[in-house]
Nanobody, 115 residues
Framework: QVQLVESGGGLVQPGGSLRLSCATS????????MAWYRQAPGKQRESVAT???????NYADSVKGRFTISRDNVKNILYLQMNSLNPEDTAVYYC?????????WGQGTQVTVSS
């Protein structure tokens, strides 16, 4: 069973940047398309960025041009570089497979954008 451990969240001012990491257990990480999701209070979890095993990416319109997803298939780590953050980006961020056949969810990492 693959374990997912997200980190890198925190409190940042509007316009600031954060880099999230998702460490995975097991070498099978590299064969899956992966995604970053987020869940804001009172809202459903949504996908914000996906990356195929070959490195092709796709983004939600709300983060396009500001967020960059990447992966290191040697270290088995998924990244999300977030720039130009705004309060609407405040949420708990999770990583998982980019399909509904999810691994067990990790604890997520809290991102709070506030002045």
């Amino acid at each position: 069973q693959v374990q997912l451990v997200e980190s890198g969240g925190g409190l940042v001012q509007p316009g600031g940047s954060l880099r999230l990491s998702c460490a995975t257990s097991g070498s099978i990480f590299r064969i899956y398309a992966m995604a970053w999701y987020r869940q804001a209070p009172g809202k459903q979890r949504e996908s914000v960025a996906t990356i195929t095993r070959g490195g092709s990416t796709n983004y939600a319109d709300s983060v396009k041009g500001r967020f960059t997803i990447s992966r290191d298939n040697v270290k088995n780590i998924l990244y999300l570089q977030m720039n130009s953050l705004n309060p609407e980006d405040t949420a708990v961020y999770y990583c998982n497979r980019a399909t509904t056949s999810y691994f067990s969810w990790g604890q997520g990492t809290q991102v709070t954008v506030s002045s």
